[in-house]
């Protein structure tokens, strides 16, 4: 995820911003998403350059100049995309479990909301990686709370699903729930919330968005 531009910037206004940093080329394929954004979220990266008159390495490039791994990353519909970004912008830390971090490789050092990110562990930080990251390993998710909330200063906590959300639910100073129901059926997998076992009411949604095939709602949490 590219880094949170200032002010509630949507994705074509934070492209526009960049735009004198693209290559000629870049720019080509910068304005085409800035005017078809809800296209763009159909094509493929070939078709995307055809489109733009340039070539599909060119697109991949463009999607890394704004911070993005490569094109996939970047393929969202417009209001998917304007609500990551305002999520994104809002957030100061990230407190995630062990697992998650495994699996991600901790995005490679680089948050995926905010700028600091709080692992919830027994174990310590791996030596030797990315020393330039701040991330802080943490063995208490009561404590991981803390930390994060004092790095993230005036902005916001962003709390992963599972065990690690789940037990903050249950602690009491989640004040928002940020559900994003797709129409797969997978039959199997890790519960929402984890081993929560006391229930926890929450408001009728305040934010009900239709993206591509996704259906965006936020809850607050009842008090």
Known sequence: MPPAAKGHQTLSAYISSRFDEFSRSQKDVAQYVVDHLDEVAFHTAEELARRANTSSSTVVRF???????GFPELHVSRVTADLLYSATEQAGATVVGRRLYDITNGWEGKPPAGDHVVVVSHRPKPDGWHPE????????????????KQLAGERTVAVAAGDVGGQALALGPVDEVAMDV???????????????????????????IQGD???????RVRR
């Open 182 to 208: 797709a129409p797969v059926v997978f039959g199997s997998g890790k519960r929402y919330f984890g081993p929560v076992d006391a229930q926890h009411l929450l408001e009728d949604p305040h934010v009900v």
């Open 133 to 148: 990251a701040s991330y802080h390993f943490v063995d208490d998710v009561a404590q991981a709370i803390t930390t994060a």
């Open 63 to 69: 999607a890394q100049a704004l911070g993005f791994e």
């Open 213 to 219: 095939r996704v259906l965006h709602l936020r809850y």
